[in-house]
């Protein structure tokens, strides 16, 4: 491989320099290697052949077998293009070229045999066909088998680098470098074990599959191949560095502890819960430096794990905090703690930008002092003057909304980096959470606390508004809130701020004996304050806003979320605004507000709200239809690598076998340093760019 990788795509015969500039351009395709590794996206049945009379809906490119009768050069300048008549004696279809129109025009001719392969366009009743693969007939070598489709950018197709130019480049570069002698990258007992496709054999079918079975053990050769050099990256240089680093060791667990659980604690904790407590218990003993990621939804109960965290720091002698995205969630925190912390005698404080100088001073002094126990704060936690006399634990609530130059400032807490929790309420695929975060073990709170009843969520039109109206009604009057969510989206902010101040005002007219407030992204933050408060204190008993309430206000008594415009949100938000009900004991309801003309996509999207409250589903769902690279809640920048021919959101069982084979071979070979560790070593040198820095999340 090193081989094809020194070799420049431009000596490749029929490349030359012109079109290496090119390719390396627009599809980063830089040597022999790159090209081979360049795959089809999709493939077509190149034996099938279509009659023109049995077209009908919307169909994929297919071939046709007929001749051209007219061809006529219509428009001037940039609207001059060729259109031709095709027939194959069951019905004519238009074929129509806007590039090299005089070449095209010179080059077909009527009554001559030809093969077209193209997509057919339905317009007014009428097939056509644009800019087709055109193949003069040979009765004697008729088209046939798998033919691989390549993703090419619109430069290219002007430049008149179609798929057939990479099918032929990719032809020339098979023959001329006996792919199939090529040599083994996975150790022998794997390829094996999994029954796999010797590489060289998947290369060549993956470009010229004789069938589709080869096709497909081709794939999942490939898939295999590259999930799991992906897997042992991680592991090998994530897992390698956080095992290295020393931690420190929370040797007991004390009397804080024990006297909250035994004496305290208001309902029994979950088989989840304790698991996770387990878990984090075994990490802080351990003498390494733990970093877990939380995930749990909405209303499971991650504060109260969070707390048993942080007293088992104090039972050890060292501080603890919580650092939360907006100033009303960190302020939900420290009343929920405050108040646990008062029956065991634990002091805590309130840190954000509204904390005013004296007590500000106050808090900065018993800091320091370690008289002060917990501190819950926003990004005010990471300011220079905050200092801790001995931080021991740092929870991060609903991570992704932090940067990680701020999260990283938590660790210059302390002399030794303290132990990280990083909790999050945006459910993320365990495929995506092993791989994106590769260097956070993952625990999960998968049981909703007991007396929790389900969110009922309906899908209802424009035109049932008024029945929705009513529903509010009937609950509002049993002394219930609600909660109307807009969406706002910044391309279209006035139109969206605009329907937002009108639904309010609609909102008012039709409930004229109830206070409804309204908030959003654009207030003064003492307004938006001010206007949720009125709503988490009862004294209002409808709230309109926009997502600013997607994470933060616990409002229990609320049990209705109408979301209008359903259609414009992504199922992880959704999910995560309909994780604002449901958190007391009364039935919650959720209400999706839609236009009824939708797409298949989209339709899909809010009947999987209608179907399941799993956080879980909702977001494997999410990735299969958004794809890895765009889940809210991984990284604010997509996924840091790019996957050719594997998918984490279909290819979850691939993941985990070769995360358990990458696990497996680091086991007995840490270091990789035996005969195979060393190949193994060496290939993940030349597919990794070892500039590139995962980092440690948090």
Same mark, same amino acid.
């Given at each position: 491989m090193?081989?094809?990788?020194?070799?420049?795509?431009?000596?490749?015969?029929?490349?030359?320099?012109k079109?290496?500039?090119?390719?390396?351009?627009?599809?980063d395709?830089?040597?022999f290697?790159?090209?081979?590794?360049y795959?089809?996206?999709?493939?077509?049945?190149?034996?099938?052949i279509?009659h023109?009379?049995?077209l009908q809906?919307?169909?994929?490119?297919?071939?046709?077998?007929?001749?051209?009768?007219?061809?006529?050069?219509?428009?001037?300048?940039?609207k001059?293009?060729?259109?031709?008549?095709?027939?194959d004696?069951?019905?004519?279809?238009?074929?129509?070229?806007?590039n090299?129109v005089?070449?095209?025009?010179?080059?077909?001719?009527?009554g001559?045999?030809?093969?077209?392969?193209?997509?057919?366009?339905?317009?007014?009743?009428?097939?056509?066909?644009?800019?087709?693969?055109?193949?003069?007939?040979?009765p004697?070598?008729?088209?046939?088998?798998?033919?691989?489709?390549?993703?090419?950018?619109?430069?290219?197709?002007?430049?008149?680098?179609?798929?057939?130019?990479?099918?032929?480049?990719?032809?020339?570069?098979?023959?001329?470098?006996?792919?199939?002698?090529?040599?083994?990258?996975?150790?022998p007992?794997?390829?094996?074990?999994?029954?796999?496709?010797?590489?060289?054999?998947?290369?060549?079918?993956?470009h010229?599959?004789?069938?589709?079975?080869?096709?497909?053990?081709?794939?999942?050769?490939?898939?295999?191949?590259?999930?799991?050099f992906?897997?042992?990256?991680?592991?090998?240089?994530?897992?390698g560095?956080?095992?290295?680093?020393?931690?420190?060791?929370?040797a007991?667990?004390?009397?804080?502890?024990?006297?909250?659980?035994?004496?305290?604690?208001?309902?029994?904790?979950?088989?989840?819960?304790?698991?996770?407590?387990?878990?984090i218990?075994?990490?802080?003993?351990?003498?390494?430096?733990?970093?877990?990621l939380?995930?749990?939804?909405v209303?499971?109960?991650?504060t109260?794990?969070?707390?048993?965290?942080?007293?088992?720091?104090?039972?050890?002698?060292?501080?603890?905090?919580?650092?939360?995205?907006?100033?009303?969630?960190?302020?939900?925190?420290?009343e929920?703690?405050?108040?646990?912390?008062?029956?065991?005698?634990?002091?805590?404080?309130?840190?954000?930008?509204?904390?005013?100088?004296?007590?500000?001073?106050?808090?900065?002094e018993?800091?320091r002092?370690?008289?002060?126990?917990?501190?819950?704060?926003?990004?005010? !936690? %990471? +300011? @220079?003057e905050? =200092?801790?006399?001995?931080?021991? /634990?740092?929870?991060?609530d $609903?991570?992704? *909304?932090?940067?990680?130059?701020?999260?990283?400032?938590?660790?210059?807490?302390?002399?030794?980096?303290?132990?990280?929790l990083?909790?999050?309420?945006?459910?993320?695929?365990?495929?995506?959470?092993?791989?994106?975060?590769?260097?956070?073990?993952?625990?999960?709170?998968?049981?909703?606390?007991?007396?929790?009843?389900?969110?009922?969520?309906r899908l209802?039109?424009?035109?049932?508004?008024?029945?929705?109206?009513?529903?509010?009604?009937?609950?509002?009057?049993?002394?219930?809130?609600a909660?109307?969510?807009?969406? !706002? %989206? +910044? @391309?279209?902010? =006035?139109?969206?701020?605009?329907? /937002?101040e009108?639904?309010? $005002?609609i909102? *008012?007219?039709?409930?004229?004996?109830?206070?409804?407030?309204?908030?959003?992204?654009?207030?003064?933050?003492?307004?938006?304050?001010?206007?949720?408060?009125?709503?988490?204190?009862?004294?209002?008993?409808?709230?309109?806003?926009?997502?600013?309430?997607?994470?933060?206000?616990?409002?229990?008594?609320?049990?209705?979320?109408?979301?209008?415009?359903?259609?414009?949100?992504?199922?992880?938000?959704?999910h995560?605004l309909r994780?604002?009900?449901?958190?007391?004991?009364?039935?919650?309801?959720?209400?999706?507000?839609?236009?009824? +003309?939708?797409?298949?996509?989209?339709?899909?999207?809010?009947?999987v709200?209608?179907?399941?409250?799993?956080?879980f589903?909702?977001?494997?769902?999410?990735?299969?239809?958004?794809?890895?690279?765009?889940?809210?809640?991984t990284?604010?920048?997509g996924?840091?690598?790019n996957?050719?021919?594997?998918?984490l959101?279909?290819?979850?069982?691939?993941?985990?076998?070769?995360?358990?084979?990458?696990?497996q071979?680091?086991?007995?070979?840490?270091?990789?340093?035996?005969?195979?560790?060393?190949?193994?070593?060496?290939e993940?040198?030349t597919?990794?760019?070892?500039?590139?820095?995962?980092?440690l999340?948090?």
């Open positions: 090193n081989q094809l990788m020194r070799k420049d795509v431009k000596y490749l015969y029929g490349v030359g320099p079109r290496a500039d090119l390719l390396a351009k627009e599809l395709i830089h040597s290697y790159d090209l081979l590794m795959f089809p996206f999709r493939y077509v049945d190149r034996s099938s279509y023109i009379a049995d809906g919307d169909m994929p490119a297919i071939q046709l077998k007929g001749r051209f009768v007219t061809f006529n050069v219509q428009g001037e300048g940039a001059r293009r060729l259109v031709a008549l095709f027939t004696g069951t019905g004519t279809i238009e074929v129509v070229w806007f090299r005089k070449t095209i025009a010179e080059t077909y001719h009527t001559t045999e030809y093969i077209l392969f193209g997509k057919p366009t339905l317009f007014k009743n009428s097939y056509s066909i644009i800019h087709p693969e055109v193949d003069v007939y040979k004697d070598a008729p088209p046939t088998g798998l033919l691989g489709i390549y993703n090419l950018t619109e430069k290219l197709r002007n430049r008149n680098f179609t798929s057939r130019t990479m099918q032929k480049l990719v032809t020339t570069l098979l023959e001329s470098v006996a792919v199939r002698r090529l040599p083994e990258t996975l150790p007992s794997i390829v094996q074990r999994h029954h796999l496709m010797p590489l060289g054999e998947a290369l060549f079918n993956i010229t599959p004789t069938d589709v079975p080869s096709l497909q053990q081709a794939q999942r050769r490939l898939k295999y191949e590259e999930l799991f992906l897997q042992l990256d991680i592991l090998k240089n994530i897992k560095q956080s095992r290295k680093l020393p931690g420190l060791r929370f007991h667990v004390g009397q804080l502890f024990n006297d909250f659980y035994l004496h305290h604690l208001e309902f029994p904790l979950t088989g989840a819960q304790k698991r996770v407590i387990r878990e218990r075994n990490d802080t003993g351990s003498g390494h430096q733990m970093n877990r939380l995930q749990g939804d209303g499971s109960g991650k109260i794990v969070a707390f048993l965290s942080m007293l088992i720091a104090l039972d050890n002698g060292y501080q603890a905090c919580i650092m939360a995205p907006t100033e009303i969630l960190a302020t939900q925190h420290y929920s703690l405050s108040t646990m912390a008062q029956h065991i005698g634990v002091k805590v404080a309130l840190l954000t930008g509204s904390t005013r100088k004296k007590a500000r001073e106050a808090i900065h018993q800091l002092s370690g008289e002060l126990q917990i501190l819950i704060g926003t990004h005010a !936690l %990471i +300011e @220079e905050v =200092k801790f006399r001995n931080l021991g /634990l740092a929870v991060i $609903e991570q992704h *909304r932090f940067g990680v130059a701020q999260r990283a400032k938590l660790w210059k807490k302390n002399v030794s980096p303290p132990h990280v990083v909790m999050t309420a945006t459910p993320i695929p365990r495929t995506l959470a092993m791989t994106v975060y590769g260097d956070l073990d993952v625990s999960v709170i998968d049981e909703l606390p007991p007396g929790r009843k389900p969110v009922t969520t209802r039109y424009e035109n049932q508004r008024q029945e929705m109206y009513h529903f509010i009604g009937t609950e509002l009057r049993k002394g219930r809130q909660y109307i969510v807009y969406p !706002l %989206i +910044e @391309e279209s902010e =006035k139109l969206d701020l605009k329907a /937002l009108e639904g309010y $005002e909102v *008012r007219e039709t409930f004229p004996s109830y206070r409804v407030c309204y908030v959003h992204g654009r207030m003064k933050p003492a307004e938006k304050d001010h206007q949720m408060q009125l709503f988490a204190s009862g004294q209002a008993n409808i709230l309109v806003a926009t997502t600013v309430i997607e994470v933060g206000v616990n409002v229990p008594n609320a049990s209705v979320m109408v979301i209008e415009n359903a259609e414009r949100f992504g199922l992880s938000q959704l995560q994780g604002r009900v449901g958190r007391g004991a009364d039935q919650s309801y959720c209400i999706l507000m839609s236009k009824h +003309e939708l797409s298949k996509d989209t339709r899909h999207r809010l009947e709200m209608t179907q399941t409250n799993d956080g589903v909702v977001a494997e769902e999410d990735m299969k239809l958004r794809g890895p690279g765009d889940m809210e809640g990284q604010q920048s996924i840091a690598f996957l050719r021919i594997s998918n959101a279909t290819d979850g069982l691939i993941v985990q076998a070769a995360r358990d084979d990458a696990q071979i680091l086991d007995a070979d840490p270091d990789l340093t035996t005969p195979q560790g060393r190949r193994l070593d060496a993940l040198r597919r990794f760019n070892r500039t590139q820095h995962w980092g999340i948090s």
